[in-house]
């Protein structure tokens, strides 16, 4: 069935230091992957998208690659902060039957230590 | 401030206990959804409305009533929950309905914690 995976579940991480979060998806349709961030006690905002026609995208510190063939999109944080600290979640567009609708992954919780 | 609005932010009842929750969108969107938010489980999408229609329903349970009077304003009745639907409730739009096109991204509202006693 359509899923995606997400890893890891959990991430510890130096301030400063970079933090990678992958994910994998099922669907060779998918074809546009967010990814959002959730703070403690709040919904999840988008940080960063791409679209299954580009191969990596860049947004100040923070960068989202994508390998079609793999079936893979990874987040990239770099210099990382305290206030990075939160869940990251991935997710795919897959199209089905005249609509479509974002499969999420399990999230990662990312702890940056000062 | 996401421009998605979610009343209460947090709701305690009992398993005998009628609620709603309200979400409102100023975003000018025309999709509306809401997802339920588990610990240790991915997001689940229950209800999707596209102007004002539902466009998809997630085999929720019936004690889960929707309800989209406009386009900007979304509820979700509650009535003879379980423990188990303990969660939290996250209430979301998009530009687009589903089926427009890919990409329509989803904007999240912060959630209302839900308890059921």
């Known amino acids: 069935g359509e899923n995606v995976e997400q890893h890891p579940s959990t991430l510890s991480v130096q301030e400063g230091d970079s933090a990678v979060i992958k994910c994998t998806y099922s669907?060779?349709?998918?074809?546009?992957f967010p990814w959002y961030k959730q703070e403690l006690g709040k919904g999840p905002q988008l940080i960063i998208d791409i679209r299954s026609n580009v191969g990596e995208k860049k947004d100040q510190r923070i960068a989202v690659t994508l390998n079609k063939t793999a079936k893979h999109f990874s987040l990239h944080i770099t210099e990382t902060q305290p206030e990075d600290s939160a869940v990251y979640f991935c997710a795919a567009s897959i199209p089905t039957s005249g609509t479509y609708k974002y499969i999420f992954g399990t999230g990662t919780r990312l702890k940056v230590l000062a | 401030e996401t421009g998605v609005t979610q009343t209460p932010r947090h709701l305690v009842m009992g398993m005998t206990n009628k609620k709603s929750l309200k979400c409102e969108q100023h975003?000018?969107?025309?999709?509306m959804y809401w997802y339920k938010q588990s610990a240790k489980k991915p997001l689940e999408l229950m209800f999707v409305y596209s102007l004002e229609e539902r466009v998809e329903n997630n085999s929720v349970p019936s004690r889960f009533s929707p309800e989209c009077p406009n386009s900007s304003h979304l509820f979700l009745h509650l009535h003879t929950l379980q423990p188990e639907d303990s969660a939290l409730y996250l209430c979301?739009?998009?530009?687009?309905?589903?089926?427009?096109?890919?990409?329509?991204?989803?904007?999240f509202g912060e959630g209302s914690w839900l308890t059921v006693v």
């Open positions: 979301a739009s998009s530009q687009g309905a589903p089926g427009s096109g890919s990409g329509n991204t989803i904007y």
């Open positions: 975003l000018g969107h025309n999709a």
């Open positions: 669907d060779s349709a998918s074809n546009y």
